[in-house]
């Protein structure tokens, strides 16, 4: 019943509005073609924060053509055909203790000559799209939908979720994993740089709030690595910001910042337009150096709080670890690595641990410090484990 209440109104879609998901769920390959993915991420940007359950969207057949890119005069029959293939895909999320295959919706109904379609996510996605409180990532809807590839999509997922690290390193295998590119295509390294690693860097540029640069890591000639160096893209963020401004209407400035509708209005009925606007003024204007990850609660927060007048602006909630084991992060290490065989090149191990101290609550300079002492020990705990692991296969 619940759902079924849920489903009875129509889910307005806009490229402003907030998409967040797991950093497991990006981790994880996806078959999707880029029509599959932006409907998805589209899907992804209807679920606020504050929602406990999936609701069934009803979202015009027109808007999610002009969305996802389908121009043709025949539209109606080319979004039908993808939203039938995209009922049938299937995500693959594994973890140390169970590997869970579900598809992405758990329903997709097309009205016939009613010019509407219902789409609704599995219930199994709930971990991953559904009150997330931290490994999460999140960006706005239009940062993704001009990237004319999957492959770059999927890249600036990857590289978003490390956007306050700066950097972020693979392996080739690794990479092509995650972008879900076959082992036997992009075989040599030239092939997948100039085909996806330089367009994605172009496109990333030109469309959204990121751009990066990348540095090469060989073994003799060959190149066995990269890392990637992500950086703020200035030049975009300066024409958002000033799109932002320029809106004087307080409802659509909610909307920019990804607050639903139904809540804009609710603000807007509750508290006055000077309120609103000068709480949002306020965000827009310290936003570049404080990092908020869930910007659209934190501008609901502001507004119904009044931060400016407490001046209470203050960032996500950081936590802080005092103690860190060498037993805590080889356990991170086996389960990551525990079923591969290939060689992992010192660097990129030693990214990956940096990373996940980090995440875990250090502040860089102490993961670096960490490294430092513990780096050769972790290397060799990773050699042996991958020794097992070809002794196994045996």
């Not at 129509?10 to 990006?26: D, F, G, R």
């Not at 997330?132 to 590289?159: A, D, G, M, W």
């Not at 700066?166 to 092939?191: C, Q, T, V, W």
């Not at 990637?228 to 958002?240: A, G, S």
């Amino acid at each position: 019943m619940k759902a079924e209440q849920l489903s009875l109104f129509e889910s307005k879609i806009s490229p402003e509005y907030l998409v967040t998901q797991s950093n497991s769920l990006i981790e994880a390959p996806q078959n999707l073609t880029l029509q599959e993915k932006r409907i998805i991420l589209t899907l992804a940007s209807l679920v606020q924060p504050e929602d406990d359950n999936f609701r069934v969207h009803r979202i015009k057949v027109k808007d999610l053509a002009d969305i996802i890119g389908i121009k043709e005069k025949n539209f109606y029959s080319k979004v039908e055909s993808v939203v039938e293939k995209l009922q049938n895909k299937t995500i693959t999320i594994e973890t140390e203790r169970s590997k869970l295959n579900m598809h992405w919706l758990s329903s997709s109904e097309y009205f016939k000559g009613q010019g509407y379609v219902e789409l609704e996510f599995s219930e199994k996605l709930r971990p991953f799209l559904l009150e997330l409180k931290q490994n999460y990532t999140p960006f706005k809807l239009r940062n993704v939908l001009q990237l004319r590839s999957e492959y770059y999509i999927r890249i600036y997922e990857l590289l978003k979720q490390y956007e306050k690290l700066k950097k972020r390193a693979f392996s080739i295998s690794e990479l092509k994993f995650h972008l879900n590119i076959p082992p036997d295509k992009y075989e040599k390294y030239a092939h997948l740089k100039s085909r996806i690693i330089l367009k994605a860097q172009s496109e990333l540029t030109e469309n959204t709030d990121l751009t990066f640069d990348f540095e090469e890591r060989k073994e003799g000639r060959k190149v066995v690595g990269i890392i990637f160096y992500i950086k703020k893209n200035q030049k975009l963020l300066k024409e958002v910001i000033g799109n932002e401004k320029l809106d004087s209407n307080s409802s659509n400035l909610l909307i920019r910042f990804g607050v639903r509708p139904d809540k804009a209005r609710e603000i807007v009925k509750e508290y006055s337009e000077e309120q609103i606007n000068q709480n949002i003024n306020y965000i827009l204007e310290t936003k570049n150096h404080l990092e908020i990850d869930n910007i659209s609660g934190y501008v609901i927060a502001a507004i119904e709080n009044n931060y400016v007048e407490k001046g209470k602006l203050k960032s996500t909630d950081f936590k802080s670890v005092d103690r860190f084991s060498v037993g805590q992060v080889q356990q991170w290490l086996k389960g990551i690595y525990r079923h591969s065989r290939e060689s992992v090149p010192s660097f990129l191990v030693e990214e990956k641990v940096i990373d996940y101290i980090v995440k875990e609550g250090f502040q860089i300079e102490e993961a670096l410090e960490f490294w430092n002492e513990h780096g050769t020990n972790l290397n060799q705990y990773l050699r042996d484990l991958i020794k097992e692991n070809r002794l196994k296969k045996k």
